[in-house]
């Protein structure tokens, strides 16, 4: 029998029988406990990474390893398929998005098959398909009619190199997350989903997802930003209006000099007076154009306009003149900030620069400020000054205090406020899902019949490169009749943003191949939710919080019973090498399709297992390649010079084993034992490949003349083979073949350890004097406590230490140590 391993014919073999056998196709079985493992599904770039290798070998053992302990596991794929990287590419080589997207997936599809993931492809979707996009479409309806789909001009990240709109979640440092682009603010009529309506509960089940990453949890709470403070009314200067601020420092509204709006304030313009317009004009041109993160950074020099207006402090009556500053947002509170310069820094620096006044109300116990000499801002809780009647108060008794007085005096009102922000899904672009909406000059926005859904996204479209959707330039998808009225009419242009894709695809796994309606709910709701999902910490407030929202839109609309989409997740590691994290324009990138053509997928899988525990970054080493594929080459050739001895082994009789034997068996459960809390409790692969090393280092040179050495011997290569299978299942099934069993590993069961066989006969005490390493014993397992101390004292190692001195105490931890303690 061929002794060399040679990988591609062995894994060529068993995927052809995995796929011809459909081994991993789920399907519902209450007989069994469900076990829903999904991996984030991909966008189709063209080519697999090390990434994707790493990611989905870490989801591919668990599925293995939940099979074989009887639960009834879905693990599906699909794809990502929406998105600008496909029109961009189709405008560069001069063909179409789906040729490009669908070319993509075939080849990434064979790719990630030669990996030997354990996909149920049957569930396979993109959702770019009309099968999957169609039921997105009546989803948006449903929404659009509950309210929680609605259009509104509002200031949008723009990008102008994409020339589309981004939410606040997709821009990153100030850029855009596809290109890097700095991204400025536009007006724009846009599509809103109503993510903030669900704002409370997203934030309270926070505090009940215990198999979530704190981290995960922590920026998703600061993201919904949830604040409890005041809502204060600063009346115009002759006008009936007034200027509404949110703040969580009502404490502080009796040191408040001037208001401070953002650029972006609708009211911007209405309050600045004519001669003021032109410089103001200016200025709020300037700070559209200013990159968001810039405006929030600390070291940002402040600057600033006055419109020519002023306002009335509500509980001082000072005259308050109404600035625009750059540091002021307008998707936080109301995008007016009431400027108290001596308690917080930034008013702080604008007032310096502007000669501004200052008032203090707040100051440490004790001490005495003057505003004049004053170098920063006081911003810690001290005690009230200079604020009437609340004078002597501390500072945070103060706030609720003030707030309860401004709300009697009818001047304000105790408010909750949230950063979160409505989600914008319109995108100015062609290759997404198209927002089923028709505008009629007499009806207005009309919303698609559900009859004549899906709309359809064309394909005959002429891609310029000029930017912007095709679609508004494609006179045959624009014009058509009002279902209302059946006048001419036009369809909405914009598609939707594809993190709308990615926040259901999940659900609709569970009934890929459903036709009546968005979800079969019995299917749904015997799988949901995911048991397991792994992916990347870069989605925790994109794609992992609008999926929470979608999963509550659905469950309120009848779809479904889950409140949240994710029992547990994983968030994995980067792909390290060189230093920095693998990519093209760095150079550091490792095909795998090279990988495995010169080591097998196991031996990729193996490595990218063992080299760090998953959640941790993977330092990518060649070295380290060479090394696992040695493992599993080592692993091969033990079997096959035991394997007549494993075919000819008689049944294994515990009771007539010798000590040697007793003690291999025992290193064997040993690892059983250690690899299944690995594997099932910390998904700890490192830590359990390292286990099967060290057993393999015991058995390699294991020999013995005894009658049951071979059936010990057997059982310890069976159980070698079954504890790697979840991890390299290709050299596994061989092996499992080759030693005689006929039911592959894909049906078999996990093995279990025998609790009395691991047991030690044997334990290693330590002996110590007044807390210092004296001695070893080796002792028999059980052996009493007042026979350790007889030991330990009669060992003559211990005696010198002993001389000469009164012994005060012995402690004794049975099995473990002896302290003598002398003085």
């Not at 400027?339 to 007032?351: G, L, Y």
């Not at 009859?451 to 490169?465: E, N, R």
């Not at 007539?656 to 690899?675: D, F, G, P």
């Amino acid at each position: 029998m061929e002794l060399k391993y040679t990988p591609k014919e062995i894994e060529q073999k068993w995927q052809s029988i995995w796929e011809n056998d459909k081994t991993f196709k789920a399907s519902a079985d209450r007989d069994k406990k469900k076990y829903y493992l999904l991996e984030m599904f991909p966008y189709p770039s063209g080519r697999i990474h090390m990434g994707h290798v790493r990611n989905y070998s870490i989801g591919d053992v668990i599925g293995r390893f939940k099979r074989m302990r009887g639960f009834n596991v879905m693990h599906p794929m699909g794809w990502d398929a929406f998105g600008m990287p496909a029109e961009n590419a189709a405008i560069q080589n001069k063909s179409h998005p789906a040729t490009w997207t669908y070319e993509n997936i075939a080849y990434m599809r064979s790719q990630i098959k030669k990996m030997g993931f354990s996909y149920d492809w049957d569930r396979e979707l993109a959702t770019c398909d009309l099968d999957y996009y169609r039921w997105e479409q009546k989803l948006f309806l449903e929404m659009f009619a509950k309210g929680l789909a609605y259009k509104k001009t509002s200031f949008v990240n723009w990008c102008p190199k994409c020339e589309t709109v981004l939410a606040n979640e997709q821009v990153e440092d100030g850029a855009c997350w596809r290109c890097d682009s700095d991204v400025n603010l536009k007006e724009l009529d846009q599509w809103f989903f109503r993510i903030t309506d669900y704002a409370d509960e997203l934030l309270e089940n926070t505090y009940n997802l215990p198999g979530w990453p704190e981290r995960v949890l922590v920026m998703q709470r600061n993201w919904i930003g949830k604040s409890f403070g005041c809502e204060i009314d600063f009346p115009v200067e002759n006008s009936t209006d007034a200027i509404r601020v949110y703040t969580t420092r009502q404490d502080t509204v009796f040191g408040a000099t001037f208001m401070s709006l953002a650029p972006e304030h609708p009211r911007a313009l209405e309050l600045t007076t004519a001669e003021n317009r032109e410089t103001v004009s200016a200025f709020i041109d300037k700070i559209r154009k200013t990159e968001r993160i810039k405006r929030t950074a600390d070291d940002l020099e402040k600057e600033g306009v006055f419109t020519g207006s002023y306002c009335t402090n509500p509980v001082t009556g000072a005259r308050m003149p109404v600035y625009l500053a750059n540091f002021v947002l307008m998707d936080y509170g109301t995008g007016a900030v009431m400027a108290v310069p001596t308690h917080d820094q930034r008013d702080f620096e604008f007032a310096k620069k502007y000669d501004l006044p200052l008032r203090v109300v707040i100051q440490p116990e004790g001490e005495t400020f003057d505003a004049a000499t004053m170098r920063e801002a006081f911003t810690e809780p001290g005690i009230m000054v200079n604020s009437e009647k609340f004078d002597g108060m501390q500072s945070n008794d103060a706030k609720e205090a003030i707030a309860d007085y401004l709300h009697k005096q009818g001047k304000g009102a105790k408010t909750v406020n949230y950063r979160l922000r409505d989600w914008g899904i319109s995108r100015q672009r062609y290759w997404g899902n198209p927002i089923p909406v028709i505008y009629c000059d007499s009806c207005g926005v009309v919303p698609v019949p559900e009859k004549d859904l899906p709309v359809v996204l064309p394909k005959d479209v002429a891609f310029s490169g000029e930017g912007g959707s095709p679609l508004a330039r494609m006179e045959s998808f624009v014009s058509c009749s009002c279902p209302v009225c059946g006048k001419d009419a036009r369809r909405e242009t914009d598609t939707m943003d594809t993190f709308v894709q990615s926040s259901w695809y999940f659900l609709r796994y569970c009934c890929p191949d459903y036709t009546d309606g968005i979800l079969d709910r019995g299917s749904v709701d015997y799988w949901m939710s995911v048991d397991q999902y792994i992916g990347g910490i870069e989605h925790a407030v994109l794609h992992l919080l609008y999926a929470r929202f979608f999963t509550k839109v659905m469950r309120d609309l009848g779809h479904i019973a889950a409140s949240e989409p994710f029992i547990n997740l994983l968030t994995q590691g980067m792909v390290i090498k060189d230093g920095a994290k693998m990519s093209k324009s760095k150079g550091n990138v490792v095909d795998p399709d090279a990988l495995i053509s010169k080591y097998g997928a196991d031996t990729a899988r193996l490595f990218s297992l063992f080299a760090a525990p998953p959640e941790k970054d993977l330092d990518w080493n060649d070295q380290g390649v060479e090394g696992s594929f040695r493992f599993l080459s080592r692993i091969w050739k033990l079997v096959h010079d035991r394997l007549d001895m494993i075919k000819n082994a008689g049944p294994l009789d515990p009771a007539s084993l010798t000590a040697e034997e007793r003690n291999l068996r025992r290193a064997v459960h040993k690892t059983i034992r250690k690899v299944t809390e690995d594997l099932d409790e910390s998904f700890h692969f490192n830590t359990a490949i390292a286990s099967v090393m060290e057993l393999l280092n015991i058995l390699q040179p294991a020999e013995l003349a005894s009658p049951q050495f071979p059936a010990v011997m057997k059982e310890a290569l069976q159980s070698v083979v079954l504890l790697l299978s979840p991890l390299v299942p290709h050299i596994t099934e061989e092996l499992w073949e080759r030693m005689g069993n006929r039911q592959p590993l894909s049906q078999t069961d996990w093995p279990s350890f025998d609790p009395d066989v691991v047991i030690d006969e044997e334990v290693l005490v330590v002996v110590q004097v007044n807390g210092k390493l004296r001695s070893k014993l080796t002792v028999a397992a059980g052996t009493d406590e007042d026979e350790l101390k007889a030991l330990a004292l009669a060992d003559e190692k211990v005696a010198p230490f002993l001389d000469g001195v009164a012994i005060r105490k012995v402690i004794c931890v049975k099995g473990k140590l002896v302290n003598i303690v002398v003085g």
